[in-house]
């Protein structure tokens, strides 16, 4: 072996254990690197893609509108008196008062005929 092999061989023998270790380093570098341009490779155009997916901003009154006519013409047999609630209140005070006003007439008669 020539002087100069041997000069290295010392050399890399003194120093293995720092020579190891930027080894590593550059390996895990390498690695890092790698990963992070696959993932650039595969994130950025899923990303794109999604982004694109995905709904825009609708005002309230319009999403309202449009879940109402959803739900009209999809399920309205499903919902009894979906629409409008100040007429179920109405009949519900309509009846109450007919109730009130039929239990009144009974006391009336049981009292006329006693």
Avoid: W
Avoid at 9 to 27: F, P
Avoid at 34 to 51: D, E, H, K, N, S
């Amino acid at each position: 072996m020539s002087q100069e092999k041997v000069d290295r061989r010392k050399y890399e023998k003194k120093n293995r254990k720092k020579l190891e270790k930027q080894r590593k380093v550059k390996t895990a570098l390498k690695c890092t690197a790698a990963a992070i341009v696959v993932g650039a490779i595969f994130g950025v155009p899923l990303g794109i893609r999604i982004y694109r997916e995905q709904p825009k901003f609708v005002g309230d009154s319009v999403l309202s509108a449009y879940i109402s006519n959803y739900i009209d013409e999809n399920h309205a047999a499903d919902v009894p008196a979906f629409g409008s609630e100040e007429d179920a209140v109405k009949d519900a005070a309509s009846k109450a008062i007919e109730e009130v006003s039929s239990t009144q007439e009974e006391q009336a008669d049981k009292d006329n005929n006693k």
